[in-house]
């Protein structure tokens, strides 16, 4: 078992940052991949971004390209998302992920969000 716990939303005004982070526990030296997701008020939860372990490669949806940046300490087992440039649009809830693809259903272990609103 994982358990993965997210911190760091709140309310930002639009063209601010956050950075939320996630920590691993349990079995975290079985991760090799991790990703951030969202959920905005009526819709489906979306992938964000996400980092492979290794190259550290890093994806990212194309709505955060260039705005949203995620990366790992691995001594912490954490993963940040720094989030800049945020918009009204950016308004959910994020939860990170860790699992054997990055798509929902790919995930297997999931934290339980922290809320992030963007205020116009």
């Known amino acids: 078992q994982v358990q993965l716990v997210e911190s760091g939303g709140g309310l930002v005004q639009a063209g601010g940052s956050l950075r939320l982070s996630c920590a691993a526990s349990?079995?975290?030296?079985?991760?090799?991949?991790m990703g951030w997701f969202r959920q905005a008020p009526g819709k489906e939860r979306e992938f964000v971004a996400g980092i492979r372990w290794g190259a550290d490669s890093t994806y990212y949806a194309d709505s955060v390209k260039g705005r949203f940046t995620i990366s790992r300490d691995n001594a912490k087992n954490t993963v940040y998302l720094q989030m800049n440039s945020l918009n009204p649009e950016d308004t959910a809830v994020y939860y990170c992920?860790?699992?054997?693809?990055?798509?929902?259903?790919?995930?297997?272990?999931w934290g339980k969000g922290t809320l992030v609103t963007v205020s116009s």
């Open positions: 992920a860790t699992g054997r693809f990055f798509a929902e259903h790919g995930m297997d272990y």
């Open positions: 349990g079995r975290s030296f079985s991760i090799n991949r």
